[in-house]
């Protein structure tokens, strides 16, 4: 839950006040025109009305906010953000969203000597020069940790 936390905060505030605003713009639009016009929900209960006029424009709400967290996430891992961003907005379906959080490059994790952020397959910190996948002490490949031998030379790897 707290990790959904740390997610929701990158949203921009711009994405908040634009998607609220497209919400009440939507909920008003109910209110006034299609709920009191319509011949069907004209004769609903205001309960019912009410409840309509706050639940329909929600995935508005929602799909803005998304738009927003795709534009700071793809920002954020270095990605074409600006292309992400325009093609969550015009695919339709959403399907630019689904798209992107199946294609979208792996977070960027923080150097565990000095914390600046790596980019993906970086083998050393560009900052301090720290290793930060392990290296075949021969070929200085990028080796795994459950290899006994490497995978490029043969060297026979220290086992850890
Ligand atoms: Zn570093
Ligand atoms: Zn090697």
């Not at 839950?1 to 006040?17: C, D, H, Q, T």
């Not at 803005?64 to 969550?88: F, Q, S």
């Not at 695919?91 to 959080?101: E, Q, R, S, T």
């Amino acid at each position: 839950m707290s990790r959904f936390r740390e997610e929701i905060k990158i949203i921009p505030n711009l994405a908040w006040v634009i998607g609220f605003l497209l919400y009440a713009g939507l909920f008003l639009f109910l209110a006034m025109f299609v709920l009191r016009q319509e011949p069907e929900p004209a004769g609903w209960p205001l309960v019912a009305k009410a409840a309509l006029a706050i639940v329909v424009p929600l995935p508005l709400f929602m799909f803005v906010l998304l738009i927003g967290y795709v534009y700071a996430d793809a920002k954020r891992r270095r990605m074409n953000h600006v292309l992400w961003t325009l093609l969550a907005i015009f695919i339709p379906n959403g399907l630019g969203i689904i798209l992107y959080f199946i294609l979208r490059d792996p977070a960027p994790t923080p150097c565990p000597n000095c914390g600046m952020m790596t980019g993906k397959g970086f083998a050393f910190c560009p900052s301090c020069g720290f290793a930060l996948a392990p290296r075949c002490p021969s070929c200085g490949r990028g080796v795994e940790a459950k290899w006994t031998y490497c995978g490029y030379c043969g060297t026979s790897l220290p086992t850890t």
